[in-house]
Nanobody, 116 residues
Framework: QVQLVESGGGLVQAGGSLRLSCVAN?????????MGWYRQAPGKQRELVAH???????GYADSVKDRFTISRENRKKILHLQMNELKPEDTAVYYC?????????WGQGAQVSVSS
């Protein structure tokens, strides 16, 4: 069983920044290959916002492009999401998982709340 744990969420004013982190707690080998950040806003479906492959190549949803940066620390097997210029529309619970297939169980997520 792989348990993904997200951290770093919080409340921030519009224009502010947050840095999310994701680690895996598991008693089996965690390959940490292609990973992504997903979010689910109130009343909306979960959506992919950023992804990164094993070599470090990245991709972003248009809504967060140029504001968010996904990165990884392969040795530590930690996934990060640096979020700058946050907007109220970014308010959501943020999750990490595999990409393109979210092959792991969803963690508790990190709540990000952006006030206007």
């Amino acid at each position: 069983q792989v348990q993904l744990v997200e951290s770093g969420g919080g409340l921030v004013q519009a224009g502010g920044s947050l840095r999310l982190s994701c680690v895996a707690n598991t008693d089996r080998i965690f390959s940490f290959n292609n990973m992504g950040w997903y979010r689910q806003a109130p009343g909306k479906q979960r959506e992919l916002v950023a992804h990164i492959d094993i070599s470090g190549d990245t991709g972003y949803a248009d809504s967060v492009k140029d504001r968010f940066t996904i990165s990884r620390e392969n040795r530590k097997k930690i996934l990060h999401l640096q979020m700058n210029e946050l907007k109220p529309e970014d308010t959501a619970v943020y999750y990490c998982n595999g990409f393109p297939a979210p092959i792991y169980s969803w963690g508790q997520g990190a709540q990000v709340s952006v006030s206007s």
